[in-house]
Structures are given as structure tokens and as C-alpha cells.
């Protein structure tokens, strides 16, 4: 796809990520690594509802700006990701509202953030680590993802957001879409005592659409009877 169709994609799901209120104000932003090792990503304090193709930044390989606005801020969000999931094409970051909330609750498992409610949630976000809170911005963020050792291609923020890497940005997209979805499900079921899928089911989805889970590792070599 033409570096100019990437900026207009860009545009579009920013939009439409926007219009359902998955991300308000200027929050939340969106990057794309390109063929020549460059990457566009969304302009610091724009909205992801109003974008503007030819003002999106333009990075090099190392980060220096080339042209267009100046980036987000939370690049070190984006860089850090990059770096761990070498297949990552593209990122979302939202500050979507289940999600968040979700990061507040006291019993969250941090490599298990949400359970296996349904079967897209795993084929499209895997399964979800949350990292500490960090002030926006500070690079420390970035060593926490890192310490992820790209295991998981959906991080939460605590108090802040998502952050998802996808091998397209219709990928990363759509895994944002789901992982707020089934926050939204975890919520409307907490202490409803909810049916999840059993470990066997997980196992059979992992199988058969080569789902690279991290909790299948863990349990690699162990007896759990
Ligand atoms: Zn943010």
C-alpha cells in the first residue's frame, strides 16, 4: 500500500474509533512502521477524529521527525513495542473507557489481564499483561513493555490505556475494538460468577488458529492435574 493510502488509513480508523467514543478529546494515538524502516504516526494533541493526512509525522528510522507535525508524546509507548514484537506493523494506543476502567480493579492479574471470556478476544488481542502506572510520557513506560520480552501484543496502562500492536493497522485496530469489548463484558459479569471458556477450549483455539498465548507457556512441562 502507497505511503499516501496509509496516511488516508490512518485518517479513517482514526475517525471511526473516535465517532464511537473509544477515544475522546485529543487522546489516544496511532502509528505504522513503513517498508523503508520509517513510520507515520498521529501529532501530538490532535484528535484522532479530526486528522489531517499530509499533517501526519513522518519519522525516520530513529525517530527524528522528517516532516509533518510534531509526534505524540507517547511515543515511547509505540518505540517500546515496536521493539519487543518484531512482526508489529502497526499500533493503536486508546484511552477507551471499560479499558481503563478495567486497570483499576484490585484482583487483575498483570499477565492475565482479562480471562478467556470469548473465543475473538483471544484471536484478535491474545491474552493481555497491564503494566503500573506511569505519567504520560514518562520513559520508564517503556521499560516496562520492554520487560514483556514481546510476549503479549495487548499491554494496559494502568489508569491510562490500551496500547496494541497488530501486523496491519486493521489488525491492531480491530484487537483494540475486541479487548474493549471484553473489558466491557468482564465489567457487566464482575461477581455474576460468569462461565469462561475451560482450558481445553482455550488449548483447541490456540491449535487450531496457531494462537501464540503466553499462559500456554507458562503451563508448558507443568502438571496441573
Ligand atoms: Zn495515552
Known amino acids: 500500500m502507497s505511503e499516501s493510502r496509509l496516511r488516508e488509513e490512518i485518517c479513517r480508523y482514526g475517525r471511526s474509533l473516535f465517532e464511537r467514543g473509544l477515544t475522546p478529546g485529543s487522546s489516544g494515538n496511532i502509528s505504522l512502521r513503513l517498508d523503508d524502516g520509517g513510520w507515520l504516526v498521529t501529532p501530538t494533541n490532535a484528535s484522532l477524529g479530526f486528522l489531517d493526512p499530509g499533517r501526519i509525522s513522518r519519522l525516520d528510522g530513529r525517530g527524528n521527525l522528517v516532516s509533518g507535525d510534531k509526534p505524540t ?20 494506543h486508546l484511552h477507551s473507557t471499560h479499558a481503563v476502567a478495567l486497570t483499576m480493579l484490585p484482583e487483575i492479574d498483570p499477565r492475565a489481564a482479562l480471562p478467556p471470556m470469548t473465543p475473538y478476544y483471544l484471536m ?5 499483561a497491564l503494566v503500573p502506572y506511569y505519567r504520560p510520557g514518562d520513559p520508564a513506560v517503556a521499560d516496562a513493555i520492554r520487560g514483556l520480552a514481546g510476549k503479549y501484543s495487548s499491554v494496559l496502562l494502568a489508569n491510562h490505556g490500551p496500547v496494541v500492536a497488530g501486523d496491519s493497522l486493521e489488525a491492531a485496530v480491530f484487537a483494540t475494538e475486541e479487548l474493549e469489548e471484553t473489558a466491557k463484558l468482564y465489567l457487566l459479569l464482575r461477581n455474576l460468577n460468569p462461565r469462561y471458556l475451560s482450558p481445553d477450549q482455550v488449548t483447541d483455539l490456540a491449535k487450531t488458529f496457531g494462537l501464540d498465548l503466553p499462559s500456554l507457556h507458562d503451563h508448558e512441562g507443568h502438571d496441573h492435574g
Do not use: D, F, M
Open 124 to 128: 484478535r488481542a491474545g491474552e493481555t
Open 73 to 92: 508524546k507517547e511515543i515511547p509507548l509505540h518505540t517500546a513495542l515496536y521493539e519487543s514484537r518484531g512482526s508489529a506493523r502497526a499500533i493503536v
